[in-house]
C-alpha cells in the first residue's frame, strides 16, 4: 500500500485489508503508545529503568536484540531508540513492563490504541511481534493508519527516534536495515520486521517537498526483494505524481443546514489545503460531494469537524477531507426558536 498523506489519497494498494503477521513491524504500536504516554505527562523520556534479571535471561539476545544485561540502568529514551532502531525485542518488554506493570496489561493499551485509531483488522498479543501462534496480526491499512498518527500526532518524537541509521549500547554497534534511509531522497524510516511465519515486511515514509508518502510491504519471500520493492514503489510515487490545489486552507467549500440554530446554516472549509494527487502531466477534474449527518446540532463551536469532503477522481478509490465550521452557532433562544419552527411549518 502507498498512501500520500498530504491529499489522503491511497496511490496503490494490493489486498489492503489483508490479514497478516507483522513480526517487529508490532514495534511501530509499542512506540507509539510510549509516545501518547510521553505526549500525556505519564512517561519521561529521562526516567531510568532497572533491567530485571528476568528479563535479560528471557530477552537479552533473542532475536533482534538491544543486547540489555541484568540490572542495567537505562533510561526510557535509550530503550526508545533501541525498539525503533535496532528492533530490540528485549528493550521491547523492559519498556511495557516499566510503563504497565505487566505485558497483558501493555498489550491491552496497544489494543485500546488500536481501537481509537480504527485500526479495525488488528489486535496485538505482545510489544515486540515475536512468534505467538497467530495472536498479533494486523493488515496494511491498519499500519498505513498507525504509520499516519505516528508522524501527525507525534512529529517531534518521530524525528528523534525514527530513522536513526543506528546505535551503540554496551559497545555493541548495531545498523538499521531500514532499506530506504539513506537511499531514497527525503527517506525517514519507519520499520523492518521479519520471522519465518510473516516473511519480510516493511512499514515506510519519506518527505520530499512538503509532500509525505507512507508505504506498507509485507510477506515477501526475501529481504533484498522487499528493499528493492520498496525503494521502486517510494520513488515512483514521487516520481510520476504530483499535487494540485483543489481549494487554500479555509476557504469556504459549502454549508451545512443546522437545527437549533441562532442561524439556518454553518459555513464549512478545510483546515489544510485540499490537494489532488495525479499523475504528472495529467489533468484534474475531480467530483466534490459534502457528506454530513444532519442537519447539525447547535452549539457548534469554530473549527469543530461537523463534515467531510469526498474527492472522486477517475482511476483512483475515493478519499475524504474532514471539513470544520468556519464560525460559531450559538444554540437558538426562545424566540429564534419559535421563528425556526413557524419556517419550518410554512416551508
Request: proline residues 4%.
Amino acid at each position: 500500500m502507498l498512501i500520500d498523506l498530504s491529499s489522503g489519497q491511497t496511490l496503490f494498494a494490493r489486498d489492503p485489508e489483508r490479514r497478516f503477521m507483522p513480526a517487529s513491524t508490532t514495534k511501530i504500536m509499542t512506540a507509539y503508545t510510549a509516545f501518547e504516554l510521553i505526549a500525556h505527562g505519564k512517561l519521561s523520556l529521562d526516567t531510568v529503568i532497572e533491567i530485571s534479571p528476568k528479563i535479560a535471561d528471557e530477552w537479552s539476545g533473542e532475536g533482534s536484540s538491544m543486547f540489555l544485561k541484568a540490572h542495567d540502568k537505562v533510561t526510557v529514551a535509550q530503550l526508545l531508540m533501541g525498539i525503533t532502531t535496532v528492533s530490540g525485542n528485549d528493550a521491547s518488554v523492559a519498556l511495557a513492563v516499566h510503563c504497565a506493570g505487566s505485558l497483558d496489561r501493555w498489550t491491552e493499551m496497544m489494543n485500546e490504541n488500536a481501537a481509537f485509531l480504527g485500526m479495525k483488522d488488528s489486535h496485538f498479543g505482545s510489544p515486540n511481534g515475536y512468534p505467538d501462534e497467530g495472536r498479533t496480526f494486523t493488515s496494511a491499512r491498519d499500519l498505513a493508519i498507525l504509520a499516519t498518527a505516528l508522524v501527525k500526532r507525534h512529529p517531534d518524537l518521530y524525528r528523534r527516534f525514527i530513522g536513526n541509521h543506528g546505535m551503540v549500547y554496551n559497545g555493541i554497534a548495531q545498523n538499521n536495515h531500514d532499506p530506504i534511509t539513506g537511499v531514497v531522497k527525503g527517506a525517514d524510516g519507519i520499520k523492518t520486521g521479519y520471522t519465518r511465519q510473516a516473511g519480510y515486511n516493511f512499514v515506510g515514509s519519506a518527505v520530499r517537498s512538503g509532500r509525505r508518502l507512507i508505504m506498507v510491504l509485507a510477506g515477501a519471500p526475501t529481504s533484498s526483494e522487499r528493499d528493492r520493492a520498496a525503494i521502486k514503489l517510494m520513488n515512483w510515487g514521487f516520481d510520476d505524481f504530483q499535487n494540485r490545489l483543489i481549494a487554500p486552507a479555509r476557504s469556504e467549500i459549502g454549508f451545512a443546514r443546522v437545527q437549533d440554530g441562532a442561524e439556518d446554516t454553518v459555513a464549512l472549509g478545510a483546515r489544510d489545503d485540499i490537494l489532488a494527487t495525479v499523475p504528472i502531466g495529467g489533468s484534474i477534474s475531480p467530483k466534490l460531494t459534502i457528506h454530513y449527518r444532519g442537519p447539525i446540532q447547535a452549539p457548534i463551536a469554530k473549527g469543530q469537524e461537523v463534515a467531510r469532503l469526498r474527492i472522486e477522481i477517475a482511476g483512483q478509490a475515493p478519499h475524504d477531507v474532514p471539513l470544520v465550521a468556519e464560525n460559531a452557532v450559538a444554540k437558538a433562544n426562545i424566540f429564534q426558536r419559535l421563528m425556526n419552527g413557524m419556517r419550518g411549518i410554512f416551508s
